[in-house]
């Protein structure tokens, strides 16, 4: 796997949250709707997150046979976005609301339908409102990545981001 992704030179370490869950504990939904995440978006991929040490979180979705991309294998732009929903999550040990400004992601392996994906994520640092991440995706059984992704988050703020689209919104 290749990529020409850098990291700025002057990046930074940020400071995991002290409000952010405890290593090993579960990190919560964004939004219930989230096609990601969601515990009310029952056509989502039900995402689950553990917060791990430092700047890293755990991930996991099952491939269900509707995330299908070719024969008995997954889409490649549902494992998109388990990394996209993956390394989002893990920015929230920042307490930072935050929106996806680049992500891309290296396909190594076709995972098959039944798989449990498994990601590994961490914040690689910060630049001002930008979040920087990467992560590796697994299958149950192999110490190989079946698909890398890096991604660039951006910081928001949530009333100006979702200004236009309040009505969708019952809660903030
Ligand atoms: C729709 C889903 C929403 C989900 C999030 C909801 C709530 C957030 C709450 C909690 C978050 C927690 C978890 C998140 C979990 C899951 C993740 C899913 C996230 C998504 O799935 S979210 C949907 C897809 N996402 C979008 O819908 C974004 C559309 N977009 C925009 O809304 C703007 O584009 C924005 C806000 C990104 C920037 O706009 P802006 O005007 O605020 O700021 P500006 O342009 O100045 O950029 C500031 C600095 O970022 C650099 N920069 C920007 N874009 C870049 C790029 N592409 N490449 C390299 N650098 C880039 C600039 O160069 C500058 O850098 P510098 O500081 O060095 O000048």
């Not at 991929?45 to 991309?69: K, N, P, S």
């Not at 996806?100 to 098959?112: C, F, G, K, N």
Request: glycine letters at 10%; proline letters at 5%.
């Amino acid at each position: 796997m290749s990529s020409t992704w850098s990291l700025p030179a002057d990046i930074e370490i940020p400071v995991r949250h002290p409000m952010a869950p405890e290593p090993g504990a579960q990190m919560r939904e964004h939004w219930e709707k989230c096609f990601g995440c969601g515990s009310d978006q029952p056509t989502g991929l039900g995402m689950t997150f553990i917060a791990g040490e430092g700047l890293t979180v755990e991930a996991q979705f099952d491939v269900a046979h509707r995330y299908q991309g070719g024969p008995g294998v997954i889409h490649g732009g549902i494992l998109s976005t388990g990394f996209d929903e993956a390394m989002g999550t893990c920015c929230m040990l920042l307490a930072n609301s935050v929106v996806t400004a680049h992500l891309e992601v290296d396909y190594a392996r076709p995972i098959v339908l039944g798989s449990t994906l498994k990601f590994s994520c961490r914040i690689d640092g910060a630049v001002r409102r930008k979040v920087y991440s990467s992560a590796e995706a697994y299958v149950d059984g192999s110490n190989a990545p079946v698909a890398t992704a890096r991604a660039l988050f951006v910081q928001i703020d949530m009333d100006q981001h979702f200004k236009d689209t309040k009505q969708f919104i019952d809660h903030f």
